[in-house]
């Protein structure tokens, strides 16, 4: 018999001889456990200076202690700037999110106000990549300060809010023209020479400017007045007021400021951390993030990661105020203002004025977080609920819906949607737009939309659901059963999701995957959960069906037809009364138009109903 020696034990990191090698540039340091995955990242001014922190006698916390009792080796990166290590620290924290950090989790990007670059700009609302021509103005803290904001401009400045496509196609003055939001620079009712002015104007307001704006106003009320044109004078004096209004009631100070007020609430190792946001003077609303702590039972260690991973990524005011003093609280200020271009002033002690807006986010604070804590507690019992009634070993964590939309077989658009056990994850969402199949095929867009989320997943080795549901009845469940076979997937839960008797919520049967239904009622918590994923995936296929279809009628109209200019476009709707009437029209009806041929005639009739022959020409300026 031969005996077999033990495995050496691991040789503990010596933190204080890897000290001795590093020099003390700015950069970011890496710690790792004996396999290989990450503990914790973090930035340094000094990377000597910082990490030989760690290895000191000084007394340590129980998580810290618990951290570096794990760590096997240490890596390094040298950076040039402590603004370039802010920015490095949150890359990799976003990217291999460490057991030891706290994680900021925000799914959603800021909302701006945009001011398109055109010849008749439009205002609106703008999320998501800044793709569009214009000038962006924010970030707004929510979409309702947005809102707000617009529905002020609209007002103030009449300048336009709806889509090219139907700015192109009035022939009348639309509801907000009516209502006094709009000039109506669709149909003239406006010059290009005015319309430049307001939008002149109104960037001065978004700018800020609103002291030089109203001085302005002052001499063209004054200018009016002396050529006796007193209705003119009176808009403009009206618009005085109504400025000078919102002035008084949302500037800080009394002044123009650009300034974020932070506070952090902590309760059992979760976090909220409010953030109330003014730019230029202006009150743009509160904006609520949990982030995730992984242990971190202090609200100022919270706090310093939130600034560092938020403002990496979003532009930093002037003045940001935190409810307590944070760890390298210099170190941080100086990495934002090189990062913006500007001095940023981060302050843990203010009075005053700043000291009210502090308590009203620590309030604001402690109230989002119960909340969030009581919605959390409700979706654990959901999922328990689930659990139940599925005959799971486990509460899913992980669970994808599947629904089909479409009109009369156009545009169908397949969803999915994902929760986990804190609610939907909105990031991982997916659209299948559905092409090759008969229109009206529900079972075929199924199959299709679940072989191409499947068959990636089975090829790359992609995440799986524990609970996959399908919003249809046996039909619909066969396909998704046939997909996941012919791919070799198991370990999924797959249930259909058939309506109830006369459509009622709350009365939906549950098809399970060994063949039996059940309909656990109104009151069930695991239903409750299935249809708020049902519903979802519902909305977000029917939203994507929408787009999609108003896409297609949209490129289908007279500007895309081969031939018809501005002219003839304007003429066109003039002579039926709009696009409806042209449609309604015949082909020979439509040569009786001014400026219209009997082929051109036929190629607009041919592509306004979708058939051949719609474009054969070049397109001309009539």
């Known amino acids: 018999m031969t005996d077999i020696a033990p495995a050496p034990a691991p040789v503990p990191f010596d933190g204080k001889a890897y000290v001795r090698r590093l020099s003390t540039a700015p950069g970011v340091y890496r710690m790792y456990a004996a396999d290989d995955s990450v503990l914790y990242v973090g930035k340094a001014g000094a990377l000597k200076k910082r990490v030989a922190s760690y290895f000191s ?7 810290t202690m618990a951290m570096l009792a794990q760590v096997a080796r ?77 529905n002020l401009m609209h007002k103030l400045f ?102 974020d007020v932070l506070a952090c609430a902590l309760r059992d190792s979760h976090a909220c951390v409010l953030l109330l946001a003014f730019r230029d003077g202006r009150n743009l609303g509160t904006r609520a993030f949990f982030p995730r702590t992984n242990g971190a039972d202090n609200p100022a260690e919270v706090l310093a990661a939130f600034v560092s991973q938020h403002y990496a990524e979003q532009p930093a005011p002037g003045e940001i105020v935190l409810e307590y003093d944070i760890e390298e609280r210099e170190l941080l200020q ?79 658009v397949a969803s999915c949607v994902v929760f986990d056990g804190n609610g939907p994850v909105r990031g991982q969402y997916r659209r299948y737009n559905i092409a090759g199949i008969e229109p009206g095929d529900d079972y075929a867009a199924m199959h299709q939309a679940l072989e191409r989320r499947f068959r990636r997943a089975a090829e790359e080795g992609g ?53 039996r239904e059940i309909r656990p009622g109104p009151e069930s918590p695991g239903l409750q959960l299935v249809q708020q994923v049902r519903d979802e995936s519902h909305r977000f296929a029917i939203t994507g069906h929408r787009g999609r279809r108003q896409k297609a009628r949209n490129t289908s109209r007279l500007e895309d037809i081969p031939g018809i200019g501005p002219r003839r476009r304007a003429n066109l709707l003039r002579h039926f009364g709009g696009l409806g009437g042209l449609k309604a029209a015949g082909a020979e009806e439509i040569a009786r138009a001014p400026g219209i041929d009997a082929a051109l005639a036929e190629r607009i009739y ?13 397109r001309s300026e009539g």
């Open 57 to 63: 006698a000084a007394p340590k916390s129980a998580r």
């Open 158 to 259: 009449k300048l336009r809010s709806c889509e090219d496509s139907v700015f192109r196609n009035r022939t009348r003055p639309c509801l907000q023209y009516q209502i006094g939001r709009c000039s109506a620079p669709c149909v003239a009712l406006i010059d290009p020479v005015a319309y430049a002015e307001s939008v002149r104007r109104a960037e001065m307001f978004l700018d800020g400017r609103s002291d030089e704006l109203s001085a302005e106003l002052q001499q063209a009320m004054a200018a009016a007045s002396a050529r006796l044109d007193f209705e003119e004078a009176a808009r403009v004096r009206d618009l005085i007021a109504a400025i000078r209004k919102l002035q008084a009631r949302q500037y800080v100070d009394g002044r123009a400021a650009d300034l």
């Open 463 to 515: 995440v799986l659901p524990d609970v996959l549901l399908i919003d249809g009845g046996a039909g619909q469940v066969a396909q998704a059963r046939g997909v996941l076979a012919d791919l070799g997937i198991d370990g999924i839960v797959l249930v259909g999701v058939a309506k109830g008797a006369g459509r009622r919520a709350g009365h939906e049967a549950l098809l399970l995957p060994d063949g």
């Open 606 to 618: 041919a592509s306004l109903h979708g058939l051949p022959g719609a474009g054969a020409s070049e």
């Open 74 to 150: 240490m890596e390094v990166t040298v950076t040039r700037t402590e603004a370039e290590a802010l920015l490095l620290e949150n890359q990799l924290i976003k990217s291999l999110k460490p057991r030891y950090n706290v994680l900021l989790r925000d799914d959603k990007s800021y909302p701006y106000v945009l001011l398109t670059q055109e010849q008749w700009p439009r205002l609106t609302m703008h999320r998501g990549p800044r793709s569009v021509p214009g000038r962006y103005f924010g970030p707004y803290a929510s979409v309702g300060a947005v809102r707000e904001t617009l």
């Open 334 to 412: 100086q990495a934002l203002s090189a990062a913006s271009g500007k001095r940023v002033l981060l302050k843990a002690s203010v009075r005053g004025e700043r000291a009210g807006y502090l308590d009203l986010a620590r309030r604001n604070a402690e109230l989002a977080l119960a909340t969030e804590l009581g919605s959390q507690a409700t979706q654990r019992a959901r999922l328990e609920s689930l659990r139940e009634l599925l005959a799971l070993a486990e509460p899913p964590q992980r669970i994808e819906c599947f629904d089909i939309s479409h009109t009369m077989g156009e545009a169908t």
